[in-house]
């Protein structure tokens, strides 16, 4: 049996819980998730403003703090911090903790390869639309293919402390132990699948532990000490999904049927780099306080192609806000919201959408929210996003002269304009299998 | 007998790009019956009217006696682009406990 925790279900994820999990407890293998949809491209973006930077941050100085625990417990790091840049992120580790061993997994970045994609006839068509990527070419800001476990158990093999990668996929993560520790082979379909499960369980980090539960919610004991998931992984594919003991929070099958459902489209082809797995498969069973054992997971052949993470310049946008109090404050707002569009109208202002939300009223819920008579106060939210970055800083501008020329009882304006921001927007395509072929380096 | 969907199940949601995801878990399995008969993607697609400009699909999943329900173009737009507080979905799935549901046998 191998234990495989996760510390860090986002870059943003508590700093303190990588440390814990090493600290506090047994664990063989610590898994740490930086990248979502997006973040490739704000990372590719670092690094055109500078040549050393375009990973996560935050994660050799967190080497630097468990370096001395990793090797007196024998802790192995698998990580995609190396975000497009992982050689100087490796390198950044190594000065933090000199006596740690770093192997990078490289090859996913395609970011200069596009043309060449293109030229092969690949049209790299946005999955959600249908859109050849040619639409968006010169806009394109990064390009990377989510890659394997596989190539994470070869890294470890060469008996690196820390195996670092970029857009590995995150399931991947947890899966690679289990291959380089029980030796399992590129048709071992269903404890591919099954590892892959594990993965995803464990990837969000306490969305498995009882945060984000709807369940007993307000039960869940000691959420400020809560403890992130640890999957005790057997050679046969089973295994269980536990935290440390004394930590907080809950692992309860209902809490891990939340995490399973988590991002999920058709159940029964959960697709991963190495396999895909059936969902409907899995089979739950609470078998202690805090355990749950996974069991029943079958896989199958994996696909012909990898998923491809694209991330493109749309534009710009601004959202900004304003609170009108009691009495008639969902009415305050309303006016207040016409007040600026009248005056976006006048100025021949144009974007591609103007979106107006009434924050303690119907923001989250939209039409199925119940009507609140009357609110002790209502926050305007608007939005604006377009093409033309002038017209949406003018935007920014216009939302704090309310305060003197609109409805009685506005405030909460006191940050100020808010910002501009730049719309880095997600294509998601596919490419053969065989154009992505991934290298080992090590450094230490 | 009817009651709010919050009475016999559980729910989480999250985002694919322009899609959202609405997972539906019954508390007890002799629920799961009731809620698949009259949890329809129909229903959830006239439930959120306006909101779900897209097509409802819903998978199942009875070994964790649970509905996986995708609605598309659902998010504004969805991640970056999207300009709601919930870009991403979060809430999609609390705001689906108030349907009310028949649970007669």
């Given at each position: 049996?191998?234990?495989?925790?996760?510390?860090?279900?986002?870059?943003?994820?508590?700093?303190?819980?990588?440390?814990?999990?090493?600290?506090?407890?047994?664990?063989?293998?610590?898994?740490?998730?930086?990248?979502?949809?997006?973040?490739?491209?704000?990372?590719?973006?670092?690094?055109?403003?500078?040549p050393s930077l375009g990973y996560a941050r935050d994660f050799p100085p967190l080497i630097g703090r468990i370096a001395k625990s990793m090797l007196d417990r024998n802790v192995r790091v698998i990580a995609n911090a190396g975000g497009v840049n992982p050689i100087?992120?490796?390198?950044?580790?190594?000065?933090?903790?000199?006596?740690?061993?770093?192997?990078?997994?490289?090859?996913?970045?395609?970011?200069?390869?596009?043309?060449?994609?293109?030229?092969?006839?690949?049209?790299m068509a946005n999955l959600d639309t249908g859109e050849p990527v040619t639409a968006v070419r010169d806009r394109i800001?990064?390009?990377?293919?989510?890659?394997?476990?596989?190539?994470?158990?070869?890294?470890?093999?060469?008996?690196?402390?820390?195996?670092?990668?970029?857009?590995?996929?995150?399931?991947?993560?947890?899966?690679?132990?289990?291959?380089?520790?029980?030796?399992?082979g590129a048709i071992d379909w269903d404890k591919l699948a099954s590892g892959s499960v594990a993965g995803h369980i464990i990837e969000c980090g306490t969305q498995t532990t009882g945060g984000n539960c709807q369940v007993d919610w307000q039960t869940i004991p000691d959420m400020g000490n809560i403890g992130y998931p640890i999957v005790e992984a057997e050679p046969d594919g089973t295994f269980v999904v536990t935290k440390h003991p004394r930590t907080g929070g809950r692992v309860h099958s209902d809490v891990v049927k939340e995490q399973l459902?988590?991002?999920?489209?058709?159940?029964?082809?959960?697709?991963?780099?190495?396999?895909?797995?059936?969902?409907?498969?899995?089979?739950?069973?609470?078998?202690?306080?805090?355990?749950?054992?996974?069991?029943?997971?079958?896989?199958?052949?994996?696909?012909?192609?990898?998923?491809?993470?694209?991330?493109?310049?749309?534009g710009w946008k601004a959202m900004g806000t304003m609170v009108y109090s009691w009495p008639q404050a969902l009415e305050k707002a309303r006016i207040a919201d016409r007040i600026v569009r009248t005056r976006l109208e006048s100025l021949g202002l144009r974007f591609e959408e103007?979106?107006?939300?009434?924050?303690?009223?119907?923001?989250?819920?939209?039409?199925?929210?119940?009507?609140?008579?009357d609110p002790p106060e209502v926050q305007l939210r608007i939005g604006v996003r377009g093409d033309d970055r002038k017209a949406v800083d003018r935007f920014t501008r216009e939302l704090i002269p309310l305060v003197l020329s609109g409805p009685p009882g506005a405030t909460g304006y006191g940050e100020g304009?808010?910002?501009?921001?730049?719309?880095?927007?997600?294509w998601p395509a596919l490419i053969p299998r065989e154009e992505i072929r991934p290298s080992i380096e090590v450094l230490g | 007998m009817k009651v709010p969907l919050a009475k016999i199940a559980h729910t989480r949601s999250g985002d694919k790009g322009d899609t959202c995801n609405?997972?539906?878990?019954?508390?007890?399995?002799?629920?799961?019956?009731?809620?698949?008969?009259?949890?329809?993607a129909e229903r959830v697609k006239s439930f959120f009217g306006e909101w779900v400009k897209g097509k409802v699909e819903r998978f199942e999943l009875p070994n964790l006696g649970a509905l996986n329900f995708l609605l598309h173009e659902a998010l504004g737009g969805g991640g970056t682009v999207s300009l709601r507080i919930d870009a991403q979905g979060k809430t999609f799935g609390a705001a689906l406990l108030r349907l009310e549901i028949d649970i007669s046998e």
């Open positions: 049996m191998i234990r495989i925790a996760n510390g860090q279900g986002f870059w943003g994820d508590w700093l303190e819980a990588p440390v814990r999990l090493v600290e506090q407890g047994p664990i063989d293998y610590l898994t740490l998730d930086y990248l979502a949809e997006v973040t490739m491209s704000i990372l590719q973006k670092q690094r055109q403003a500078d100087a992120c490796a390198e950044a580790v190594r000065k933090a903790a000199p006596g740690i061993k770093v192997a990078i997994v490289l090859g996913d970045d395609v970011f200069g390869r596009i043309d060449e994609f293109l030229a092969k006839g690949y049209r800001l990064s390009a990377n293919a989510y890659s394997g476990a596989f190539p994470l158990a070869d890294a470890l093999a060469t008996g690196a402390h820390v195996v670092l990668a970029g857009r590995a996929a995150d399931p991947a993560l947890a899966l690679a132990p289990m291959i380089h520790h029980f030796g399992w459902l988590y991002e999920l489209g058709d159940p029964k082809n959960f697709i991963a780099p190495d396999c895909i797995a059936d969902f409907t498969t899995i089979h739950l069973e609470d078998i202690g306080p805090d355990r749950v054992r996974v069991s029943g997971v079958r896989g199958r052949d994996r696909p012909a192609n990898l998923k491809l993470s694209i991330s493109y310049a749309n103007i979106y107006t939300e009434f924050l303690g009223s119907s923001a989250c819920h939209g039409p199925v929210a119940h009507a609140c008579p304009r808010p910002p501009v921001r730049e719309i880095v927007a997600y | 609405v997972g539906v878990i019954v508390y007890d399995a002799r629920y799961y019956p009731a809620l698949v008969r009259e949890l329809t």
